[in-house]
């Protein structure tokens, strides 16, 4: 037969059932063009990150929260609160006390820091001051748990199932008799969030709306948006363009990630998402932490797992993985989840807390590599077959943005392997260079493939700190007469 494309840039989905469906799309993401292009879908290689600054190179001084107010990026990092600088410099600014995710939030004067169980605290501007919140009313109905801002109220949820307020634009001053319960349902509550002005208050299976209606009394009444998910991953409720995010489900039900929808909740996971967080046990389903961004025309949720991170582009409806390495002090290499803890937009930049240790990044898709270490992209095709017959493919051909080479890496190289059991093992490794600085016409092919007996799928591998983008892939098959 003729030489035709295949599909490629359908993103992750990996069934447990490999025969079935074995696409990977690790550090990669799927990009659809909106107008006619060379290929009606590419994938383009995730942004790197370079350093900053760094707040500390041990384990405790990873990130453990981010947030901008009035333009300016505020981390806490291990036991500190900084403010990163315009000049790229840190300003310590107090200590936050605990070793957990913490929440913050700001009303435009006050920055809110929130480590749950340990205490609240309060950061102001001119003159730089951290303060604890010490009114008594702060814990009166409960621990607090999580933070939003909303119509000049912090609000928390708490461990008694309540969600309470600060007076307006003051989170140092509480009432113990401002306070409200999400009663359409008694589970837990788990996170607060606002969407379009809106306060949903998050509990373990259901969700709730509330309204600010003024008045003397609490100013918070149900709207009358009923969601039927909850959460049992607070840190996961993350908002993002047109919508929010989170992972969850109804009682009973499997955790999937669902967004909010027209005043409801649709469910935006894939089953191969959903058979990853099945496997999440209680305590790792609940420490999952979710971050978003937008870049290049595309919005960006990540969810953070023990093993990987699942990232779904709201602009694509696609997902795929992200996963880092670095090299630890007895100098092996270790694959870890996305090592982005925080995101956060400043100064016309994206900057990221790292999961790591104390570094501050940026985030640009620009740069190839993370910190100066390679990033392993790995895409796998979905399985290709013609009614189970076997058949031979004499020619693939990858096509890439060839001519990528440069004085880090004069002869970039990719390499093809390939699976004819359906994605559970791969052999015949065979490298292709993509061509040295300025032969951009470099073509990427592979003869003679071999024979497939039912199907076949085609992985390709890369660590070139280069531009990679994949922009098409075609093949001539050939059944078995």
Same mark, same amino acid.
């Given at each position: 037969m003729p030489v035709a494309p295949l599909p490629f840039a359908s993103g992750f989905y990996q069934s447990p059932t490999l025969p079935l469906a074995a696409q990977e799309c690790l550090n990669w993401y799927p990009h659809i063009p909106d107008a006619p292009a060379l290929t009606p879908e590419v994938l383009f290689p995730t942004p790197g990150i370079s350093l900053v600054v760094t707040s500390g190179t041990e384990t405790t001084d990873a990130n453990r929260g981010g947030r901008a107010m009035n333009g300016i990026a505020y981390f806490v990092n291990g036991a500190s609160l900084y403010r990163l600088n315009l000049d790229n410099t840190l300003d310590t600014l107090g200590t936050i006390g605990g070793t957990g995710r913490v929440w913050m939030s700001d009303n435009g004067t006050q920055l809110l820091i929130l480590a749950p169980g340990v205490n609240g605290y309060i950061f102001t501007e001119a003159p730089d001051t951290l303060t604890t919140i010490t009114d008594g009313d702060f814990t009166a109905n409960g621990v607090p748990q999580s933070v939003r801002f909303v119509d000049s109220y912090f609000v928390f949820t708490t461990d008694t199932n309540k969600f309470i307020i600060s007076s307006s634009n003051n989170g140092l001053l509480y009432d113990a008799l401002d306070f409200g319960t999400a009663e359409s349902n008694p589970d837990g509550t788990q996170s607060p969030i606002v969407f379009k002005n809106q306060l949903f208050i998050i509990g373990e299976i259901t969700g709730e709306g509330f309204s600010n209606v003024g008045g003397a009394d609490f100013p918070f009444q149900r709207s009358g948006v009923f969601l039927d998910q909850g959460t049992s991953s607070p840190h996961s409720v993350?908002? &993002? #363009?047109?919508?929010?995010?989170? @992972? *969850? *489900? /109804?009682?009973?039900? #499997?955790?999937?990630? =669902?967004?909010?929808?027209?005043?409801?909740? %649709?469910?935006?996971? &894939? %089953? /191969? @998402?959903?058979?990853?967080?099945?496997?999440? &046990? /209680?305590?790792?389903?609940?420490?999952?932490? $979710? =971050?978003?961004?937008? %870049? #290049?025309?595309h919005y960006f949720v990540g969810f953070d797992l023990p093993a990987t991170t699942i990232v779904y582009d709201t602009s694509t409806q696609r997902w795929h993985e992200r996963r880092s390495r670095y090299i630890d002090a007895s100098l092996d290499t270790i694959e870890i989840p996305y090592r982005v803890s925080s995101v956060v937009t400043a100064y016309g930049n994206i900057y990221v807390g790292d999961a790591v240790d104390g570094r501050i990044g940026l985030m640009d898709p620009d740069n190839i590599d993370e910190y100066g270490s390679r990033v392993l992209r790995r895409a796998a095709t979905q399985p290709f077959q013609d009614n189970m017959k076997p058949f031979f493919v004499p020619y693939l051909e990858l096509t890439m943005e060839s001519g990528a080479g440069n004085a880090a890496e004069p002869d970039?190289?990719?390499?093809?392997?390939?699976? &004819?059991? $359906?994605?559970?093992?791969?052999?015949?490794? !065979?490298?292709?260079? @993509?061509?040295?600085? $300025?032969?951009?016409? !470099? !073509?990427?092919? =592979?003869?003679?493939? $071999? !024979?497939?007996?039912?199907?076949e799928v085609f992985r390709f591998t890369t660590s070139a700190p280069v531009k990679v983008p994949i922009l098409g892939l075609h093949a001539d098959i050939m059944v078995e007469q």
């Open positions: 993350v908002k &993002t #363009s047109e919508t929010y995010l989170f @992972i *969850g *489900g /109804a009682k009973d039900e #499997s955790p999937a990630v =669902w967004a909010y929808v027209g005043n409801g909740t %649709q469910k935006v996971s &894939t %089953q /191969a @998402i959903d058979d990853l967080l099945e496997d999440l &046990t /209680a305590a790792e389903l609940t420490d999952v932490y $979710g =971050w978003a961004y937008a %870049q #290049s025309g970039p190289m990719i390499v093809m392997d390939r699976s &004819t059991d $359906g994605g559970k093992s791969f052999v015949w490794d !065979r490298p292709r260079a @993509i061509g040295k600085e $300025g032969d951009h016409n !470099r !073509r990427i092919v =592979w003869r003679r493939n $071999g !024979r497939a007996a039912r199907f």
